[in-house]
T-cell receptor, first 114, second 111 residues
Framework: SAVISQKPSRDICQRGTSLTIQCQVD?????MFWYRQQPGQSLTLIAT?????????ESGFVIDKFPISRPNLTFSTLTVSNMSPEDSSIYLC???????????FGEGSRLTVL | GEDVEQSLFLSVREGDSSVINCTYT??????LYWYKQEPGAGLQLLTY?????DMKQDQRLTVLLNKKDKHLSLRIADTQTGDSAIYFC???????????FGKGTSLLVTP
């Protein structure tokens, strides 16, 4: 299995500011992903964080709003830029580990934008 | 994206079995997953099944897959109050990795 740590675990942010969420995996992984879980909703994939190249974004998500870094095989960051109250969500980091299709998630970062 | 559908709510009594059902539409799914989310927590991977299997058992958990009907179920034997949580079904599509989630089934276990 993989242990995935995210920080911050929660934050309250002001409209118009940006926040960077960090994701650390305890082992080297090929695939890392960022998801959003809006209040009372399911999870929506934001992007795949590619090591050494630009992230691959899903429909409805753009790099200017959600820039992602993946400097190595154990770490990634997601920035939520120019936040509005609609960005209030839980943001979850995920990684594939074990080689058998097991996908693990971090505890999530709960952002509230005022 | 492809649809993953789950019933939204299930209530069972402690000690009974729970069965949570899920249907999906992507016939190219490689893996199908069940995750558990307790209040205020992240997602815990409970179990997953490869698409060429029809059953997987892991202690109190049994996963059944009917690939023809695109139907996945999770059975929890001897359900306990600590099993109360939201259970998400997810499928991987043909990528094997990025997941498409259902809306989650809220399981309430009563004494």
């Amino acid at each position: 299995s993989a242990v995935i740590s995210q920080k911050p675990s929660r934050d309250i942010c002001q409209r118009g500011t940006s926040l960077t969420i960090q994701c650390q995996v305890d082992s080297q992984v090929t695939m890392m992903f960022w998801y959003r879980q809006q209040p009372g909703q399911s999870l929506t994939l934001i992007a795949t964080a590619n090591q050494g190249s630009e992230a691959t974004y899903e429909s409805g998500f753009v790099i200017d709003k959600f820039p992602i870094s993946r400097p190595n095989l154990t770490f990634s960051t997601l920035t939520v830029s120019n936040m509005s109250p609609e960005d209030s969500s839980i943001y979850l980091c995920s990684a594939e580990a074990g080689g058998g299709g097991e996908l693990f998630f971090g505890e999530g970062s709960r952002l509230t934008v005022l | 994206g492809e649809d993953v559908e789950q019933s939204l709510f299930l209530s069972v009594r402690e000690g009974d079995s729970s069965v949570i059902n899920c249907t999906y539409t992507d016939s190219s799914s490689t893996y199908l997953y069940w995750y558990k989310q307790e209040p205020g927590a992240g997602l815990q991977l409970l179990t997953y099944i490869f698409s060429n299997m029809d059953m997987k058992q892991d202690q109190r958990l049994t996963v059944l897959l009917n690939k023809k009907d695109k139907h996945l179920s999770l059975r929890i034997a001897d359900t306990q109050t600590g099993d109360s949580a939201i259970y998400f079904c997810a499928e991987s599509g043909d990528s094997g990795y990025a997941l498409n989630f259902g809306k989650g089934t809220s399981l309430l276990v009563t004494p």
